[in-house]
């Protein structure tokens, strides 16, 4: 078993956009201005189809769960995107985290550069995905740790963030787990996997977390918070810390647009959880605009199998008549592939497709 910090790749480092706009500007650095996206949709412009909304205790309430574990089932294959109610994190931590995410955010420059994604590595202040010089950038900085197991904190990161802010996000760190896995296994029984198999695939499983800072833009429509992409993990669980809409999802080909439930998360099926499903269940394209006048914040909890685990359909959903539809690879192999590419839609999840003519998995 893997008992150290692990890397699975690198990414360019990038102008802190933040900073960038200290200096009012209405023209926009020719590197951010984004001709090839679909313009923004703007909430309430059209009747628009609204995300699901599940509620956690009447998925665990017996005389509930049935129908809400149908409708969660339902909402993981048409929407790949649900809002959770009564979720159980209490308030008080939620609002305790919003807070000094946004304090982080303030931080003066020399402060944050402790904290600077390093050569040749992923997580810290930085983008994920910049390949080239010639790339195409966000509007948005961003934040990233891997926060669980423990064992693969960085040194130089999660351990020497500011206190209250690290003992915060330690222990908002252990409820998303308590939380991830509480929602998988209840999708665990709504695809009639075998009793505990998603428990032993996501058991002890990795966590990240990337805190997003989207600052005001004056030409908003000439830029992306965060491109277009569907996330390769097993399910993200996304806190909005203000009010501001951003968040969009693509669902029939029309840009969706999310408007946060108070006291909710926003969850997603990620790639991996679309192949352990077989296929059964969907990720889904989505992307984050900016505002011309305010900024948004919000932050995502990636739940991942465990490091030494493999990437693969669940073995109780392959079988005569239902072929493997992906193939199998180690956790590390599929992060480390995965992040030596740029973020283009769900561009990976089709590498991990098997084609006609090739084996299935066993």
């Given at each position: 078993?893997?008992?150290?910090?692990?890397?699975?790749?690198?990414?360019?480092?990038?102008?802190?956009?933040?900073?960038?706009?200290?200096?009012?500007?209405?023209?926009?650095?020719?590197?951010?201005?984004?001709?090839?996206?679909?313009?923004?949709?703007?909430?309430?412009?059209?009747?628009?189809?609204?995300?699901?909304?599940?509620?956690?205790?009447?998925?665990?309430?017996?005389?509930?769960?049935?129908?809400?574990?149908?409708?969660?089932?339902?909402?993981?294959?048409?929407?790949?995107?649900?809002?959770?109610?009564?979720?159980?994190?209490?308030?008080?931590?939620?609002?305790?985290?919003?807070?000094?995410?946004?304090?982080?955010?303030?931080?003066?420059?020399?402060?944050?550069?402790?904290?600077?994604?390093?050569?040749?590595?992923?997580?810290?202040?930085?983008?994920?995905?910049?390949?080239?010089?010639?790339?195409?950038?966000?509007?948005?900085?961003?934040?990233?740790?891997?926060?669980?197991?423990?064992?693969?904190?960085?040194?130089?990161?999660?351990?020497?963030?500011?206190?209250?802010?690290?003992?915060?996000?330690?222990?908002?760190?252990?409820?998303?787990?308590?939380?991830?896995?509480?929602?998988?296994?209840?999708?665990?029984?709504?695809?009639?996997?075998?009793?505990?198999?998603?428990?032993?695939?996501?058991?002890?499983?990795?966590?990240?977390?990337?805190?997003?800072?989207?600052?005001?833009?004056?030409?908003?429509?000439?830029?992306?918070?965060?491109?277009?992409?569907?996330?390769?993990?097993?399910?993200?669980?996304?806190l909005q810390l203000n009010e501001l809409e951003g968040l969009q999802?693509?669902?029939?080909?029309?840009?969706?647009?999310?408007?946060?439930?108070?006291?909710?998360?926003?969850?997603?099926?990620?790639?991996?959880?679309?192949?352990?499903?077989?296929?059964?269940?969907?990720?889904?394209?989505?992307?984050?605009?900016?505002?011309?006048?305010?900024?948004?914040?919000?932050?995502?909890?990636?739940?991942?199998?465990?490091?030494?685990?493999?990437?693969?359909?669940?073995?109780?959903?392959?079988?005569?008549?239902?072929?493997?539809?992906?193939?199998?690879?180690?956790?590390?192999?599929?992060?480390?592939?995965?992040?030596?590419?740029?973020?283009?839609?769900?561009?990976?999840?089709?590498?991990?497709?098997?084609?006609?003519?090739?084996?299935?998995?066993?």
């Amino acid at each position: 078993m893997a008992s150290k910090p692990v890397n699975f790749g690198s990414s360019l480092a990038v102008p802190n956009v933040q900073e960038l706009m200290k200096v009012p500007i209405n023209t926009i650095p020719p590197r951010y201005i984004r001709t090839d996206q679909d313009p923004p949709i703007i909430s309430g412009a059209a009747t628009l189809p609204a995300v699901p909304v599940i509620d956690l205790q009447k998925l665990l309430a017996v005389e509930s769960s049935d129908l809400e574990r149908a409708r969660l089932h339902s909402a993981c294959q048409e929407w790949g995107f649900f809002q959770l109610l009564n979720h159980g994190v209490s308030s008080s931590l939620v609002k305790k985290t919003k807070l000094e995410i946004q304090e982080f955010f303030k931080l003066p420059i020399e402060e944050k550069r402790k904290f600077w994604q390093q050569p040749g590595a992923l997580e810290g202040f930085g983008q994920a995905f910049v390949v080239s010089e010639e790339q195409k950038l966000d509007w948005g900085d961003r934040f990233y740790i891997q926060s669980h197991p423990t064992y693969i904190r960085q040194p130089h990161l999660f351990p020497k963030l500011p206190i209250p802010f690290r003992d915060t996000l330690d222990v908002y760190s252990l409820e998303m787990k308590k939380l991830a896995m509480a929602l998988l296994e209840q999708m665990g029984k709504a695809l009639t996997m075998e009793t505990g198999e998603i428990t032993k695939i996501f058991d002890d499983g990795l966590q990240g977390m990337r805190m997003n800072y989207y600052p005001p833009c004056p030409r908003p429509e000439q830029v992306i918070g965060l491109s277009p992409h569907s996330d390769a993990v097993g399910i993200t669980i996304l806190l909005q810390l203000n009010e501001l809409e951003g968040l969009q999802i693509k669902k029939d080909g029309n840009w969706i647009p999310v408007k946060p439930l108070p006291d909710s998360f926003i969850v997603n099926i990620g790639d991996i959880m679309e192949i352990v499903s077989n296929g059964i269940y969907r990720s889904i394209e989505h992307r984050a605009t900016v505002n011309s006048e305010k900024e948004r914040l919000s932050m995502a909890i990636f739940c991942s199998p465990n490091p030494d685990g493999e990437v693969g359909p669940a073995r109780s959903l392959i079988g005569p008549g239902r072929p493997a539809l992906f193939r199998r690879e180690g956790v590390a192999d599929y992060f480390k592939a995965l992040f030596a590419r740029k973020l283009d839609g769900k561009s990976y999840i089709e590498a991990m497709r098997i084609q006609n003519g090739e084996g299935g998995a066993n």
